[in-house]
């Protein structure tokens, strides 16, 4: 199988990248960057450019297309200036993307988020759930994408996934690090529920996703239980050997965000296993071995 990656300049695209490279898949990388700092064959490619994804796609001619790049700044896709550039990339850009595949018969995984449930209550949200209410404008315009794909493919695995961390770019994990070492007490949520995700981890997924035909909606985070950003900081410093004091607040205490976030990002998994694919290892896990990797 030959593969395409968009958004290989971010954290999944990147290792995405690593994990086709390790099978020995040929894979073409592509971002709006002019070059990424990975030994890779790149195409600079603006997914918002219609005509310029349908020729480097068609030149392409992948098998199968994971689809990564993403405007992902939730806060500043409240900002009405951006607004239309948020959704010509997360939903134009998008159904460009869909719509090379079918034209080219091929497989397409879009990496969609927990945000595009209300994330209210306390059950675990299941992939082929239909109760969308998307709480912000980035949730929004990842659930139109969402649609942009199941009403264009038949061919596609529609993957959500929450709280983020890989070795490259920023993130959460990063941030508490560096504000530990330099402050001696940090505060964080203790009321938004959740579940990480290791990017090296969820690219084997993607990948072992790619190499079968049970096409749908996932979710996919690491394993090891629901927890809060104030569990996930205090487990971080435990690993890390920082000592740093850890205060919990609520999001109304805290304060700062322009964007809504999700009290409820619990997303239920068990379809992984219905489905035959293997589960993410433990969040615990993945730390430690992003801590190992980052030291």
């Known amino acids: 199988m030959k593969f395409f990656v968009t958004g290989v300049g971010g954290q999944l695209g990147h290792d995405v990248m690593a994990e086709l490279a390790k099978r020995g898949y040929e894979a073409v990388g592509s971002d709006i960057l002019d070059s990424v700092p990975q030994d890779i064959e790149y195409k600079k490619l603006d997914i918002t450019d219609k005509s310029a994804v349908e020729q480097v796609i068609t030149a392409v ?92 493919l038949e061919k596609y695995f529609i993957v959500r996934i929450a709280w983020v961390f890989g070795k490259n770019g920023s993130n959460f994990v990063k941030t ?36 079968t035909d049970k096409y749908g909606y996932y979710h996919a985070t690491n394993e090891g239980g629901y927890i809060s950003w104030y569990d996930f900081t205090c487990e971080i410093y435990r ?22 976030r999700p009290f409820n990002s619990r997303l239920d998994k068990s379809k992984l296993t219905e489905k035959g694919f293997k589960p993410l290892p433990t969040w615990q896990e993945a730390l430690s071995e992003f801590i190992i990797h980052n030291s």
Request: one cysteine or more.
């Open 176 to 211: 508490m690090l560096n504000v530990g070492k330099k402050h001696p007490e940090v505060r964080v949520v203790n009321d938004q529920i959740g579940t990480p995700t290791y990017t090296p981890h969820l690219a084997r997924l993607l990948v072992d996703m790619a190499e």
């Open 61 to 152: 001619k992948p098998d199968v297309v994971v689809h990564c790049a993403a405007w992902t700044a939730v806060d500043a896709a409240e900002d009405e200036e951006n607004i239309p550039k948020v959704r010509a990339i997360n939903v134009d850009g998008t159904r460009n993307i869909a719509e090379v595949c079918k034209a080219l018969d091929c497989k397409m995984i879009y990496i969609s988020t927990d945000y595009v449930f209300d994330g209210r209550g306390e059950e675990a949200w299941k992939p082929d759930c239909k109760d969308y209410a998307p709480q912000n404008v980035y949730g929004q315009s990842k659930l139109d994408g969402e649609f942009a794909v199941a009403e264009t």
């Open 239 to 260: 690993q890390a050997g920082l000592d740093t004091k850890v205060t919990p607040v609520t999001t109304a205490e805290y304060g700062l965000s322009k964007a809504a």
